[in-house]
């Protein structure tokens, strides 16, 4: 009996071949790695995992596709049900390096990949499927119409390759929008969770209104003073900084 996507879980399963080869090509798995598939669907990507590597671990919170996933007894296959954005990911790591691939459900990519992101160090890379909207903003750079906050936190951390484009017929049911494959690798000199944690809250600040400018964005807690003194125009807007000028934003709220 064939599944019936679900809305409420952002369900689109690839189903082009070639695709589903390019991207197992890009991940490479191997063998004794902690290679982790959020989102496992139907098994496109999952089988052809398997193949490459002896252990597989996916995360799915559909238990339709796990009592499927089950019945095919797949050796060397861990399911775990649940919600993937309710994973403590450092926690999950246990002091693993995790691969992490997915065709991730577009109601979720976004703040999965924030989530993520706090856990970057116990993380070797991730490669996902995104809507191409969003890997827009990953990759996006300063003067880019898609640059903002999510720009900014993932760049402080990750360096971010978009990989290949993906049409909506590569899909059943077909999407209404172009999605995308990017590859996120931590930078060796990635911020600490104390940072990452001071960016996240200075760019929700900075971003919470685009069209204000820094001075009335931090107003009661910057000063015109503060912010000149340390280089930074007050009648800039955030979308004008680049990653380092956040980061003198991030120690000026953390003195």
């Given at each position: 009996m064939k599944h019936q996507a679900r809305k409420r879980f952002g369900q689109n399963f690839l189903q082009d071949a070639q695709l589903i080869e390019r991207i197992?090509?890009?991940v490479a798995p191997q063998a004794g790695q902690?290679?982790?598939e959020i989102g496992p669907g139907l098994g496109a990507i999952t089988l052809p995992l398997l193949e490459q590597t002896n252990a597989l671990e996916v995360v799915e919170i559909d238990r339709d596709l796990i009592a499927?996933?089950?019945r095919r007894e797949l050796q060397g296959l861990t399911i775990?049900?649940?919600?993937?954005?309710?994973?403590d990911w450092g926690e999950f790591a246990k002091g693993r390096q995790l691969r992490i691939v997915g065709n991730l459900p577009y109601n979720i990519g976004t703040p999965?990949?924030?989530k993520l992101l706090e856990s970057h160090q116990h993380i070797q890379d991730i490669h996902v499927m995104l809507q191409k909207e969003v890997?827009?903003?990953?990759i996006a750079t300063v003067g880019n119409r898609s640059y903002g906050r999510l720009s900014v936190l993932m760049q402080s951390c990750f360096d971010i390759d978009a990989l290949m484009s993906v049409p909506p017929e590569a899909f059943d049911p077909a999407p209404k929008v172009q999605s995308a494959v990017v590859k996120l690798t931590p930078k060796k000199d990635a911020l600490d969770v104390q940072r990452t944690t001071a960016l996240s809250q200075v760019t929700r600040i900075a971003f919470a209104n685009k069209r204000k400018t820094l001075r009335n964005n931090f107003k009661n807690k910057l000063t015109e003073q503060q912010l000149e003194a340390n280089g930074i125009n007050p009648q800039a807007r955030a979308e004008t900084l680049d990653l380092a000028q956040f980061l003198v934003l991030s120690n000026l709220l953390s003195l």
């Open positions: 197992v090509q890009c902690a290679l982790v499927k996933l089950e775990h049900s649940t919600d993937a954005l309710s994973i999965l990949l924030i890997v827009d903003r990953l």
